[in-house]
């Protein structure tokens, strides 16, 4: 059974740092591109980065551009979102993603991403 556990979620005063984590079991995704998305109460899930298989390259949201970094270890079978900056908007239920095609292209439509994970609760208070 193919699983995406993410934990690193938490309630961080506006400007402090967090660090999602990822991991993945049941099958390896070291080919797979691999995504973070978030959910906001009331608001449509949205994409906010995404790295190739190899982590080699990345693609960011424009709201996040700057602030966060998405890195993977292929090895560990785990992807991060290194948060930073962050502000009161930020405030979601983010979810980590992977698609089942091996080297497909990172995208930032949800519709790609085969696997999702349970979510982890990010909090911002001002």
């Known amino acids: 059974q193919v699983q995406l556990v993410e934990s690193g979620g938490g309630l961080v005063q506006a400007g402090g740092s967090l660090r999602l984590s990822c991991a993945a079991s049941?099958?390896?995704?070291?080919?797979?591109?691999m995504g973070w998305f978030r959910q906001a109460p009331g608001k449509e899930r949205e994409f906010v980065a995404a790295?190739?298989?190899?982590?080699?390259?990345?693609y960011y949201a424009d709201s996040v551009k700057g602030r966060f970094t998405i890195s993977r270890d292929n090895a560990k079978n785990t992807v991060y979102l290194q948060m930073n900056s962050l502000k009161p908007e930020d405030t979601a239920v983010y979810y980590c993603?992977?698609?089942?095609?091996?080297?497909?292209?990172?995208?930032?439509?949800?519709?790609?991403?085969?696997?999702w994970g349970q979510g982890t609760q990010v909090t911002v208070s001002s």
């Open positions: 993603a992977a698609r089942s095609f091996s080297y497909a292209h990172k995208s930032t439509m949800s519709h790609d991403y085969d696997y």
């Open positions: 049941g099958r390896t995704f070291s080919t797979n591109p």
């Open positions: 790295a190739s298989w190899s982590g080699s390259s990345t």
